[in-house]
């Protein structure tokens, strides 16, 4: 997953923020809060970065449904061996 380098509107650099961007949603802060934060303030570039984190939860959550997938189907070859 790439982030973006540049707002995909008026082509404002964002790059350099996404690392703190994302670091901060991880820690549990609000995008608005994370946005106003770092400065973001054009409605284009904060929408640009909200729809990239949103992707990006998005592709998170998949793997984790994934992982827990597999550890479902782990149980049930492992509970039939045992019975
Ligand atoms: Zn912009």
Redesign the pocket.
């Known amino acids: 997953m790439l982030p973006p380098v540049r707002?995909f509107?008026?082509g404002?650099p964002l790059g350099h923020l996404w690392d703190q961007f994302k670091a901060r949603l991880e820690a549990g802060e609000s995008v608005g809060k994370a946005l106003d934060e770092l400065g973001v303030k054009?409605y284009?570039?904060r929408r640009?970065l909200y729809t990239t984190a949103t992707y990006v939860e998005e592709l998170a959550l998949y793997s984790v449904y994934r992982r827990e997938r597999e550890a479902v189907i782990r149980r049930h070859f492992h509970g039939v061996e045992g019975s």
């Open positions: 707002c509107t008026c404002a054009r284009c570039c640009t």
